[in-house]
């Protein structure tokens, strides 16, 4: 551990490496299927799985994907049907929707519904998955140390407690 600026951190090179997170694409267009697959692992991800449809991906979400790419028309069930399954499932599971669908509507029901961005696929789609990706680490990687500090003042604060109720115990008994 190293102390920056009054807090302790991990050293990077002890942190869990991104690119080992399992990331599912969803999508029922193969084209996208595989560009999305080349492109990010291209980007270092090794640890991809890729559904066709809603269904093949229901049956392996028990597998606990860290990271979903989803498309909101897959033909079988929309993505707005799948992210509800998904946060029903385990609400840590992050989601990013890449459509071609450029609706307020279905972009804000998603992230209202716990989707972590939507992305349009343009010309600049992989731009952008790449850009979210990044984003997502620095957000899970605050979590993380938010988490991390909750638990040393939940401790802090607990032996403080202890130390109070011991002293008051004991200038009680020494009376």
């Not at 640890?47 to 049956?59: E, Y």
């Not at 804000?108 to 952008?128: C, P, Q, R």
């Not at 850009?131 to 909750?150: E, H, S, W």
Request: glycine share 4%.
């Amino acid at each position: 551990m190293w102390h920056l600026n009054g807090f302790y951190t991990i050293k990077p090179q002890h942190m869990a490496n991104k690119f080992e997170s399992k990331v599912y694409v969803v999508d029922d267009d193969p084209f996208c299927l595989a560009t999305y697959d080349k492109h990010l692992r291209a980007q270092g991800y090794n640890n991809i799985t890729s559904f066709s449809s809603g269904q093949d991906f229901l049956q392996k979400l028990s597998d606990e994907p860290d990271i979903v790419l989803l498309d909101h028309d897959l033909g079988d069930m929309t993505g707005l049907e799948l992210l509800t399954e998904i946060k029903n499932f385990n609400s840590n599971i992050f989601v990013i929707f890449a459509s071609a669908r450029q609706q307020h509507d279905i972009a804000a029901a998603s992230l209202k519904n716990g989707a972590f961005d939507y992305i349009i696929k343009d010309d600049n789609v992989l731009e952008h998955i790449t850009l979210t990706l990044n984003k997502l680490f620095v957000v899970q990687d605050y979590l993380k140390k938010k988490k991390r500090n909750n638990r040393f003042f939940f401790f802090f604060s607990l032996a403080v407690a202890v130390s109070m109720i011991i002293s008051f115990f004991y200038e009680t008994f020494r009376k």
